[in-house]
């Protein structure tokens, strides 16, 4: 076709959040893929440096740039691209292209809209305008009613009904929406919503109905296909991403299931939606009426689910169709076989589970609802519901190895049940256990009974094999158990043995997991597909296992507070690197989400679990050269020692050396040898023992479980009735891995190195330096890379301990660092012997793929060695955390030892303040900032913070604080209004002036002490995010930001791409 | 727990657990790749003879619906008794929830006296029926065995078939005939919903004398070469000009009438997600279909058109005349069960009636 476009620019999604996560770098990669087919030339605007779409081999340039219309307007503007995706960003970037169309700014460059015509979007997104347009169908939609005011909210409430469900309109993820049972809940509910939104919709509350969606795709010449048909578990009435879902639709009648196919074709006609689109609905399980709830004219979380649990490449069919192919023109990529125009036939069932991280919060409640709170999800396979199931928890890493296999206790299961938590299927087996009726069970939690049936065939099979030891376990029952997704450690503890033991048993009963093909059609047709899955529902495999030089790299898994995107991207880097040296890559990964399970990035791909059994059963099948663990983080890292000890070749660092540097004990010995320095430390045995140590090394103290993901139950204590609180409450966290306490130096900075090191030496390195102390989580800290504020001496200690330690532990491979330093006096903290969170921001900041260079040394491939120093840099990267503590209700939006936050953007400046206030912005800070509400702490900090008032008050900032903070400025001679603390209800308050939108920005740093006024601190705080205000809680942060806004103006940030930066 | 198996013509064997009538049964072994509507699809008269395997893997999620009538034909089913020989399954759902539900898929087999076999491997059995096609079978226990028969050597079509006309809706705008071969209700209510009276003939009943509109040959099991009876029918309606519409075998027999030859698939197309093109445009469908021979394309006379293809194989969809008002599809407009995109094919048939 001959191609109408020159120049697309791509709007990426920016920072991972949660409603809003790594879907959108898979469909953005695809987009992109699409385009470059076509020889169109590819803009992408996205600040997510972590990113696979913002790597060097996919868009032609790249702008680590904000994504808001002023920034994209720029980059318009220099770059004149004739056409604009807007769909393969999540909602971010489809109310920019909005806002964009509006201001005319599309129209005045000449830039067209691919894909969906704005009518169309603006027809899906408008309540107003969709409804009209449903009704002129003559289909059912909730009753709603949109409200301006809150008077009208109340009267809307009335004439519908209670309850009714509450939603802002043009929000992400069901962002500010609730359910409301009475006035007065509507009332609080109703200002919520006003604050992310001028319009705010009442609608019909349809708790109890079946909640559906279908994946809908059309061409220009009208031609139609639903892809994919989805089921939550979880009804109405819990967000559609907090719900466990299968697909395809289990309960639904083929009747009811066309019915809401056809509707969905007439819908998505009539809308005049091209490419890709989602429609959800509610279908009454009384009497089979349905509503439409909504349409997503982009992609979506569930396209990116529909398109890895189908294998039809949604995003890039998407991409095409935009281009105005029709569907029947395009191959479908994955078979080679058929044409796009089809709809996959599935011979599987998908379920796909929500990971939510809600214990790393404070004050937060753990009930799920209509607000999305999951940070990731994970996609299991299997050809039984129960398999699939047992499958999809294993795979969520939260420590259980299935249904009934975990330590989830439950006071009042039926409580847990009504009100669903994260932990709702897990009381829903407690509570079965415990012999409460399907029926009750029905009535309490409005699951529909089939699913309930299924989960008692896991409750019942387990309670059967508890007779049994291994010895006497009847074949049959060994067999069924993992054909309902028993794992052998499930079963062993059943039965009184050990995993091994039943996984040699199982093997010699010759029950083993067969290997099964996602074609899309069910067989009917040969389709030459990489994508596998296994089960024990089957007695053949669909491939044999001949292949040879194949290397096999462990995933990350779902995304989650403390590994995400980045590692995906350290995946997919080493595949791509591992093909270009002629391996066969086999990938693991169980995240729907990610671009490692693209069917373009390796050459077999395997949906399946993280674990030991699972890693063992697909390795003894394909017997790799050996499996790369250094990629995917934590999870497959920890898996190392194990899967050697059992005869695994492990490629790269020896995971004896890993264990060196994993076991606290050995580690710290090993620095005692190199006399390298470290803070004093102590393992924990017992509540007498740590106070012992916390005596006589001073409080404060760090305590932490010894093996560590993104510092799960860390915590800094202060005080002697601190640590025995914590105590007791460290031991639930973690039985199996002791605790250990430590000095918490204060006052120190925190630097981490990132490096790859042959056979012990140093191949390259990257040392980057945090804003913020020590202190605050590296996950969560502002990364500057080079360093700006680090002495030379600092630097050069940190280059020679990183070469003894790399040398000791004969590192092979990729590996990361952390140090303290107070003055020049440096001590090591953390040692990781794979890759880490800021392996993608350096090797892109850096322009050396740090990835690239790990698997050829892993691969004993020659290296050049480099010797890049930061004094090659002519710019700076700063790297800045995105916290999605709007999302959280009720949680403390404060930075400390435990990671909180969920995902990250880098930008890159010609100096440190122009790069800082790119990333602060990409987050979400607002310029200008004319007036700041000030909370500074105690006295000292109040000082320390007097320099940088001063520079704001010369630039004409307008103050706000209370009145302790006021009377220490005005005595400097600064003038600042003073508020009423929330706790006073005194006006003039500081609630009411954020509310009213006087403040815009917040700087507010947490004091340790004195109960009242930390609850006032944190109602600010609280507010601040609830309302979208900037906020700072950090002094070092705050700083910087005050001497960034001193000297830049927005007009001052270049607009340049990552190639101008040499 | 009893163990059963699947038995091939070529010796290949599956084993599994019986469900159903325990009996000893032989039919041709057919998959079909439909994720849902089992229901429909075991009364599905074209499945007459044949030993069914569900690709899709979860089968009896939501039971067995109450029957009830309407117009005389039983609602939500395609006949009046489960139609398969047997049924072959991966996973099947003992218990089941629908509010409309009253029994299980287990319960209702066994009512209608009709065996079962699950946790087979379906998949594994597509694929080898994909290469090497469909093949006679069996479904046999420890202590019942029989020979395996080849159904479509035998006249299936007169087995599905009515014995005497029924006249369903005397006063209907129009009137047609519908010649049933072993029609579904779905057929039958499309018209009805259209107010077009429907007179159900025998297959071999000689219909040309009756006050009708139109004509429309039903689908229905086995070879369409068998209708020698039907076949000649037709083309007397042909010469009469009497409009035609022949669904699936009705598409095969309108063929032969035509002069066109048919022939058998390999494995044929049971699914809901078959890709059609009208040849000549860029418009595509998906359809549901439910057959094992097909109109050779090649073998169109003259005045006859391709009228649409299969987008996976490019077999034959459907053909159509130049000029007079007669045509066919392969795939089942009325879809049940299966998407409904292609429902315009009996507005066109009404528009055509005189």
Not at chain 1, 157 to 176: C, D, Q, T
Not at chain 1, 395 to 423: C, H, V, W, Y
Not at chain 1, 573 to 582: E, F, H, P, V, W
Not at chain 1, 681 to 686: D, I, M, N
Request: glycine fraction near 6%; hydrophobic fraction near 40%.
């Amino acid at each position: 076709m001959k191609q109408k476009y020159r120049k697309v620019l791509i709007i990426g999604s920016g920072a991972i959040k949660i409603g809003q996560a790594g879907e959108f770098d898979y469909s953005g990669s695809q987009a992109i893929k699409a385009l470059k087919e076509e020889g169109i030339s590819t803009i992408l605007i996205n600040p997510n440096i972590a990113t696979i779409q913002t790597s060097e081999h996919l868009a032609d340039k790249v702008y680590f740039l904000p994504v808001n219309s002023y920034f994209i307007e720029k980059i318009i503007e220099k770059e004149r691209p004739d056409g604009i995706l807007l769909g393969f960003g999540g909602q971010t970037a489809l109310n920019t292209g909005i806002e964009l169309a509006r201001k005319g700014v599309l129209e005045e460059y000449g830039t067209e809209i691919l894909g969906s015509p704005l009518e169309a979007i603006l027809n899906t997104e408008d309540r107003e305008l969709f409804k009209h347009k449903i009704k002129e169908l003559d289909l059912r939609i909730p009753s709603s009613m949109t409200a301006h005011s809150e008077t009208e909210v109340i009267s809307s409430a009335n004439s519908i009904g209670y309850p009714v469900m509450v939603r802002a309109a043009y929000a992400l993820g069901g962002l500010g929406s609730g359910i409301a049972y009475n006035e007065a809940e509507l009332r609080e509910l109703s200002r919520k919503s006003f604050a992310f939104s001028e319009q705010v919709l009442i609608e019909e509350y349809l708790d109890g109905w079946k909640e559906l969606e279908y994946e809908v795709v059309r061409d220009v010449y009208d031609n139609c296909i639903v892809v994919c048909s989805m089921e939550n578990i979880d009804p109405m009435g819990i967000h559609t991403g907090e719900s466990i879902v299968v697909a395809p639709v289990q309960t639904l009648t083929s009747a009811e299931n066309f019915m809401l196919r056809a509707i969905s074709i007439k819908v998505i006609r009539y809308l005049g939606i091209i490419g890709e689109c989602n429609i959800q609905f509610a279908l009454n399980p009384e009497n089979g009426d349905y509503r439409i709830i909504e349409v997503n004219a982009r992609l979506s979380r569930s396209s990116a689910l529909a398109s890895k649990a189908t294998g039809y490449p949604l995003a890039f069919i998407a991409t095409k169709l935009s281009l105005g192919y029709s569907l029947s023109s395009l191959k479908n990529s994955i078979t080679k076989e058929t044409s796009a125009f089809f709809e996959p036939a599935l011979d599987y069932i998908i379920v796909k589970f929500p990971r939510w991280d809600l214990q790393k919060f404070n004050m937060i409640n753990q009930e799920i609802g209509s607000e999305m709170k999951s940070v990731g999800e994970v996609m299991a396979i299997g050809r039984k519901f129960e398999e699939a199931l047992q499958k999809a928890i294993r795979m969520l890493d939260i420590g259980a190895n299935g249904l009934t296999d975990n330590d989830f206790t439950f006071e009042n299961p039926r409580q847990e049940i009504r009100q669903a938590s994260d932990k709702r299927i897990f009381a829903i087996a407690e509570g079965l256990k415990k012999g409460i009726s399907i029926d009750e069970m029905n009535n309490l939690s409005k699951i529909n009974k089939w699913f309930l049936y299924k989960l008692k065939n896991i409750i019942d099979i387990e309670e059967e094999i508890r007779k049994y030891s291994l010895e006497n376990l009847p074949h049959e029952l060994l067999l069924d158990a993992k054909r309902l997704g028993f794992a052998d450690l499930t079963v062993a503890k059943l039965v009184g043995s050990d995993e091994i033991s039943v996984r040699v048993a199982r093997k010699s009963k010759n029950i083993v997991p067969v290997v099964k093909n996602i074609d899309t059609l069910a067989a009917e047709y040969p389709a030459q597909t990489n994508y596998l899955y296994t089960t024990y529902n089957g007695d053949e495999n669909d491939i044999s296992f001949s292949e040879k030089n194949q290397v096999m790299i462990l995933g990350g898994g779902p995304y989650r507070i403390g590994s995400s995107v980045e590692f995906d991207w350290c995946c997919v880097t080493s595949a791509m690197r591992l093909r270009k040296n002629d391996y066969k890559v086999i990938m693991l990964n169980c995240n729907p989400e990610t671009v490692s399970t693209d069917y373009d990035i390796c050459n077999k791909l395997y949906f399946e679990e993280i674990t030991f059994e699972k890693v063992l059963d697909i390795y003894e099948l394909e017997s790799p050269t050996g499996i790369i663990v250094s990629m995917g983080g934590q999870t497959p890292n920890s898996l190392a020692l194990p899967l050697y000890n059992h005869g695994v070749h492990i490629l790269g660092t020896s995971p004896e050396d890993i264990d060196r540097a994993e076991d606290r004990h050995k580690f710290s010995n090993l620095l005692d040898e190199l006399k390298i320095d470290q803070p004093e430390w102590k393992e924990l045995t017992s509540i007498e023992e740590a106070e012992m140590f916390a005596q006589t090394v001073g409080f404060p103290v760090l305590v932490r479980p010894s093996y560590v993901l993104s510092g799960a139950a860390m915590s800094i204590i202060l005080s002697r009735d601190e640590l025995k609180f914590y105590l007791e409450k460290a031991s639930s966290v973690s039985k199996k891995h002791p605790a250990v306490i430590s000095k918490f130096i204060t006052e120190a900075k925190e630097i981490e190195i990132d490096a790859v090191a042959k056979k012990g030496k140093l191949v390259c390195y990257a040392i980057s330096e945090h804003i913020e102390n020590a202190g605050v989580h590296s996950g969560d800290a502002t990364l500057v890379l080079p360093p700006q504020r680090t002495y030379l001496e600092t630097m050069r200690r940190i280059k020679t301990i990183t070469k003894n330690i790399a040398s000791e532990l004969h590192i092979n491979g990729p590996f990361n660092i952390q140090f303290i330093a107070k003055e020049n006096d440096v001590k090591v903290i953390e040692c990781n012997l794979r890759t880490s969170r800021s392996f993608p921001f350096v090797s892109k900041i850096f322009r050396l793929n740090f990835i690239e260079l790990a698997t050829d040394v892993i691969m004993q491939h020659e290296v050049p060695v480099i010797d890049r120093s930061a004094f090659d840099l002519d710019y700076v990267g700063v790297k800045s955390s995105e916290f999605s503590f709007t999302r959280l209700k009720g949680s403390d939006p404060i930075l400390g030892v435990e990671m909180r936050s969920t995902g990250e953007v880098a930008c890159i400046g010609d100096d440190f303040n122009e790069a800082f206030m790119k990333s602060l912005i990409s987050t979400g800070f607002k310029l200008p900032v004319e007036t700041i509400l000030l909370s500074t702490g105690p006295i000292d900090k109040k000082a320390e913070f007097l320099e940088y008032s001063f520079i704001l008050h010369k630039r004409g900032m307008r103050f706000y604080a209370t009145s302790g903070t006021a009377d220490f400025m005005r005595k400097y001679g600064i003038e600042t209004e003073i508020l009423n603390w929330p706790l006073d209800m005194k006006e003039p308050n500081i609630l009411t002036y954020l509310s009213d939108g006087k403040i815009d920005l917040v700087i507010n740093i947490p004091k340790n002490i004195e109960r009242e006024e930390l609850d006032n601190d944190y109602l600010i705080r609280r507010k601040s995010v609830d309302l979208g205000i900037p906020l700072i809680t950090n002094m070092q942060l705050a700083k910087r930001f005050v001497e960034a806004i001193s000297r830049l103006d927005i007009q001052d940030l270049k607009i340049k791409s990552w190639d101008e930066y040499k | 727990m009893e163990k059963a198996k699947l038995v091939l013509e070529d010796g290949s064997e599956f084993t599994g657990i019986p469900f159903g009538t325990r009996k000893a049964v032989s039919g041709e072994v057919v998959f079909n790749t439909g994720m849902t509507g089992y229901p429909e699809s075991l009364t599905d008269p074209s499945y007459k003879g044949q030993i069914l395997a569900m690709t899709y893997p979860l089968i009896g999620n939501y039971g067995i619906f109450q029957e009830q009538r309407e117009d005389n034909l039983l609602v939500n089913f395609e006949s009046d008794s489960i139609q398969v020989n047997a049924l072959v399954l991966s996973d099947l759902s003992r218990n089941f929830s629908h509010c409309q539900s009253v029994i299980s898929l287990e319960e209702w087999m066994k009512q209608h006296g009709i065996p079962g076999l699950y946790n087979v491997d379906t998949r594994s059995l597509t694929k080898k029926l994909r290469e090497n096609g469909t093949m006679p079978g069996k479904i046999v226990f420890e202590d019942l065995d029989t020979e395996i028969e080849d159904p479509n050597k035998t006249d299936l079509v007169s087995s599905v078939s009515i014995r005497k006309p029924v006249l369903f809706r005397k006063n209907g705008s129009k009137k047609i005939v519908i010649i049933d071969c072993g029609v579904k209700n779905s057929i039958i209510r499309a018209f009805l919903k259209r107010d077009i009276s429907v007179l159900l003939c025998p297959h071999d009943h000689d219909f040309l004398n009756e006050q009708i509109d139109g004509v429309v040959i039903s689908n229905g099991p086995g070879d369409p070469e068998m209708c020698k009876r039907t076949i000649e029918n037709v083309k007397k309606a042909m010469e009469k000009c009497l409009p035609i519409l022949g669904i699936c075998l009705g598409s095969q027999i309108l063929g032969l009438a035509s002069g066109a030859e048919t022939y058998k698939l390999k494995y044929g197309h049971r699914s809901h997600n078959q890709p059609c093109a009208e040849s000549g445009t860029k418009r595509c469908y998906i359809t549901s279909q439910n057959h094992g021979y097909a109109v050779d394309s090649n073998t169109l006379k003259e005045d006859w058109r391709e009228w649409f293809y299969n987008m996976n194989d490019g077999s034959n969809e459907g053909i159509i005349h130049i000029s007079k008002p007669f045509f066919g599809t392969q795939f089942h407009p009325e879809a049940s069960p299966g998407p409904d995109d292609t429902e315009f094919v009996f507005d066109m048939f009404t528009r055509a009636l005189k």
